[in-house]
């Protein structure tokens, strides 16, 4: 059973930092950590590698320093990790950093063979769109079963799981090969065994560039994005009112907080507050 | 004509308010782009009423693409669907609800179509000299709102976030045509099956709720929560909750507020015992009136709080809800 895990890296502050220019992220120089959503599919991936002697590949698309937590990755225990860097890449969207991770797939497999299951996190922290799962699997032509909370069973062409959907759970079959995007419902990470801490220290992942990948540079990166991001701004943070009450009597504060609401308007909204504002339905 | 498509999420023979909210916001859309219409998009069978309902709110076409295979949402046959429908009649805008079902299509159907997606919005502009569309979003967990454009690429295509848009009331004299599309869905790989679909044990109103009474750490135990259901029923909202509480196990995780839980904006927010951490106050900061009531002066939550009480919640939540009921009771004499 092959293996490929998707990682990204993401800043760990809300420091947010924008290129004004092109008005993207800068990640340089900004503290970084695992995507929290992959850490659940970094362990799915150890598990199937002690389950089911898969072979386990992590992949990111990102800047160099991404080596980081591609390192960090290999603690689990995995086999190799893969940094596909390139001024080609910067930029992307999801429909263009999808194009990338699939070229660099595509790569993958012509070393170790045909790819089973692709995993990547739910979503991002910063990104946040949760559509590289998809766009990956739809580029692969591969089955997707997004928001994934259990595993039941594997199968040599089959996985039995559960998912999340809005309405509730579903369970469901998925024919292998797949991908699937996970949720923190799904398993605890696990901490590194001393072992697989001093190898991932020692690792130097594999890096490869828009060529390595035979990646079209019109199809990745900047060029390769439909959208653009125009304009972003930092909301106003909300400003607060006064406290109206101080360790008085709850009869005192009470009455206090009704006759302060009076004065929005808004309660007026509210079925509930109505006998506040005197209207008697 | 420029067609704006919305996608009518449905759950057997009902659609998600989203669907509402989407047309809603279609409808103002077109009135600021000259030439357009708004056509809904309907997926299953037996579902007239929720096509008449869409001309009520707002649709002046509905694409009635009937089949007894698209009954359950499987992604692979919307996917297909969906590619197909929009080849075929070329929309400029295309609005799907961001509900996990629908981030899930909606990141399929781009990918296949090779344009843009912008995901999760809660905001929608027609550029009036570009005739673009332009999609705002919050990301870093709300710290940052972006505006997105899909300049060349057709459609422009946006997952938007549920409960931000406004629904129109529904008009039955507004007039719209049904177009059934002939469809039949070509044998494909059975790449995803349901077995079984498991509601949810609880089921939580956050979202739409015009009151939320919220606890947190400082509810002391589950308790402690039936005092905040008291009142959220006597005021005709939900309750809902800190992380912490949550992961303490006094509540379920549907009733979650916060940056890993629900975005809400309801009229009035009550948070007791919660003491605002940045995670829980983006999920909240869209209220109109935030209430807190906390022991500790200094917390968080009283820089956002529109009205601050400092005060024991199992002492003062009673209170308003007795003096409610009092209230009320003299009204009703
Ligand atoms: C402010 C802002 C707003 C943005 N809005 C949009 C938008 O609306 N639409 C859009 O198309 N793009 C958008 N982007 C660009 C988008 O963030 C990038 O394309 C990013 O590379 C992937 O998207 P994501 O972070 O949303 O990942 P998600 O889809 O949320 O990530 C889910 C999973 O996919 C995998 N994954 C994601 N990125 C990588 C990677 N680089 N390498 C390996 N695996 C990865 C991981 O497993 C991750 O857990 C935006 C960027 C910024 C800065
Ligand atoms: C990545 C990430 C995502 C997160 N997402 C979320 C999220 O979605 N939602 C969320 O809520 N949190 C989230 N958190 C957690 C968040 O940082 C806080 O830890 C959490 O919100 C704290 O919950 P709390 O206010 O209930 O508890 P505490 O911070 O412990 O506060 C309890 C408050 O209760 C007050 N109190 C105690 N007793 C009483 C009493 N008798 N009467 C009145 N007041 C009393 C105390 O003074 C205190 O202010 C997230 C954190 C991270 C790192």
Redesign the pocket.
């Known amino acids: 059973m092959n293996v490929v895990v998707l990682i990204k890296q993401v800043p760990d502050t809300t420091n947010v930092r924008i290129d004004r220019k092109t008005n993207n992220l800068v990640r340089e120089g900004v503290p970084s950590v695992i995507n929290?959503d992959c850490m659940h599919a970094l362990e799915l991936a150890a598990q199937l590698k002690e389950k089911h002697n898969a072979t386990v590949y992590v992949i990111t698309m990102g800047p160099p320093q991404a080596i980081n937590a591609l390192k960090d990755a290999i603690s689990f225990g995995l086999d190799e990790a893969v940094l596909l860097s390139d001024r080609a890449f910067a930029g992307a969207d999801t429909l263009a950093t999808t194009y990338t991770l699939y070229k660099g797939i595509k790569k993958i497999e012509e070393k170790i063979g045909k790819i089973d299951i692709v995993l990547a996190g739910r979503q991002a922290?910063d990104g946040d769109t949760g559509q590289v799962g998809p766009g990956v699997a739809t580029r692969l032509g591969y089955s997707l079963a997004a928001y994934v909370t259990s595993i039941e069973k594997i199968e040599k062409d089959e996985i039995i799981l559960t998912r999340r959907l809005d309405r509730g759970y579903e369970k469901v079959r998925v024919k292998i090969p797949c991908v699937l995007t996970v949720t923190p419902e799904l398993n605890e990470p696990r901490y590194a065994s001393l072992p697989n801490l001093i190898r991932s220290l020692r690792y130097q992942p594999i890096v490869w560039n828009k060529d390595d990948i035979n990646a079209d540079p019109k199809k990745a990166g900047f060029f390769g994005s439909p959208t653009r991001v125009v304009n972003t701004n930092i909301p106003p943070a909300r400003k607060g009112g006064d406290i109206i009450s101080k360790n008085e009597s709850p009869e005192i504060a009470a009455q206090k907080l009704l006759d302060e609401l009076k004065k929005f308007e808004s309660i007026r909204l509210i079925e509930g507050l109505r006998v506040l504002v005197g209207d008697k339905k | 004509m420029r067609k704006i498509f919305v996608f009518v999420e449905r759950v057997d023979g009902e659609a998600h308010p989203v669907s509402w909210e989407l047309l809603g916001k279609a409808r103002e859309l077109a009135n600021n782009l000259e030439e357009s219409e708004v056509w809904a998009i309907v997926l299953g069978k037996e579902c007239e009423n929720v096509c008449k309902e869409a001309i009520s709110r707002g649709a002046d076409k509905v694409l009635y693409v009937k089949n007894d295979q698209l009954v359950e949402y499987v992604n692979y046959k919307y996917k297909k669907v969906l590619v197909d429908i929009v080849r075929k009649y070329e929309p400029e805008i295309f609005l799907i609800g961001a509900t996990l079902e629908g981030r899930e299509l909606a990141g399929m159907v781009a990918t296949e179509l090779e344009t843009g997606l912008t995901a999760d919005c809660t905001g929608l502009d027609i550029l009036p000299d570009k005739k673009l569309l332009a999609m705002t979003r919050p990301t870093f967990?709300g710290n940052l709102m972006a505006t997105i454009m899909c300049p060349e690429h057709r459609p422009q295509m946006a997952t938007v976030r549920p409960g931000v848009m406004r629904e129109l009331p529904p008009d039955p004299n507004r007039k719209g045509e049904v177009i059934v599309e002939e469809y039949s869905i070509p044998e494909m790989e059975k790449f995803i099956e349901i077995l079984e679909a498991v509601p949810l044990s609880v089921k939580s109103n956050l979202a739409y709720a015009p009151v939320v009474v919220a606890?947190?750490?400082?509810?002391?135990g589950p308790e402690?929560f039936e005092k905040l259901r008291e009142l959220a029923n006597l005021l005709g909202g939900e309750i809902g909750?800190?992380?912490?509480?949550?992961?303490a196990g006094w509540i379920s995780d549907e009733y979650?507020?916060?940056?890993?839980?629900?975005t809400i904006h309801p009229v009035l927010y009550i948070?007791?015992?919660?003491?605002?951490?940045?995670?829980?106050v983006?999920?909240i900061k869209e209220s109109e009136i935030i209430v807190a009531?906390?022991?500790?002066e200094n917390?968080?939550?009283f820089d956002v709080a529109d009205i601050g009480i400092v005060?024991?919640?199992?002492?003062?939540v009673p209170a308003i809800t007795s003096k409610l009921k009092a209230m009320k009771g003299e009204v009703r004499k």
């Open positions: 929290p922290a | 967990g606890g947190g750490k400082g509810v002391g402690g909750a800190s992380r912490a509480a949550v992961k979650q507020v916060g940056q890993t839980g629900k948070a007791c015992g919660i003491s605002g951490a940045i995670q829980h983006v999920g009531i906390n022991t500790d917390a968080p939550i005060g024991d919640l199992h002492a003062v």
